[in-house]
């Protein structure tokens, strides 16, 4: 039996849809840069690695030079455009309502830059929900590297063993294994069931309505 008291919540493509704001904000740069643009869809694979990465992946090899300049112009425009269509997934207001009626921790573990992962938690669900919200800081590691996961455990005065963890990608599936935590697959983000599948996650949901019953099924 396991007694979960802990969920930390990856942001974008988890609770978040954020997919357009940062396609519109990477092509706008490449646009600057005198670049053709990507599609929008295509970048459910540039991102959950951190800004950097979703540059340089816009950015073929002879143009990698440019992830500097690219990287200053996507964080310009994305700070003035992420919230222009940027919107909870349907079920997520009603999932982390369900959730607080269990007296549980709730955190935030982003790859997305610390500035803006906690100016969009508190634009969309105010600055008291989460007991932390943590995108990634300067000269930390990002996720899969599981340092930040069992830095919130331990604030939150929890282990490992009671925290699950929910995530839309790869990263966050071998998050929580790397730190030991339960973790939950979300299809309805960035990635395939099929592609979760495969990363071993303890269980995989496909609404977030079905977060409770997942909640009651590892502590049966």
Request: glycine letters at 4%; a negative charge; hydrophobic letters at 40%.
């Amino acid at each position: 039996m396991t007694n979960i008291n802990t969920i930390i919540f990856d942001l974008d493509g988890t609770l978040i849809d954020t997919l357009q704001d940062l396609a519109d904000s990477a092509n706008h740069a490449l646009k600057l840069l005198g670049l053709p643009p990507h599609p929008v869809d295509s970048f459910r694979h540039k991102v959950g690695d951190g800004a950097r990465k979703l540059v340089s992946r816009c950015l073929d090899d002879q143009h990698q030079h440019l992830i500097d300049d690219m990287l200053k112009q996507q964080h310009a425009y994305y700070a003035d455009h992420c919230f222009d269509t940027t919107q909870p997934y349907p079920g997520v207001p009603e999932m982390i309502a369900a959730v607080q009626k269990l007296n549980l921790n709730l955190a935030v573990l982003s790859n997305k830059p610390d500035d803006f992962t906690k100016l969009i938690v508190n634009h969309y669900f105010g600055p008291n929900l989460f007991q932390v919200v943590r995108g990634h800081l300067p000269d930390a590691h990002h996720k899969p590297d599981p340092t930040a996961a069992l830095q919130i455990a331990r604030h939150l005065n929890t282990t490992p063993q009671n925290t699950a963890f929910l995530g839309d990608t790869p990263i966050d599936i071998k998050t929580a294994i790397n730190a030991h935590m339960i973790p939950i697959a979300a299809t309805w983000g960035f990635r395939s069931h099929d592609e979760l599948q495969k990363q071993g996650p303890q269980i995989i949901i496909n609404h977030p309505n079905q977060l409770i019953n997942a909640l009651t099924k590892t502590q049966k």
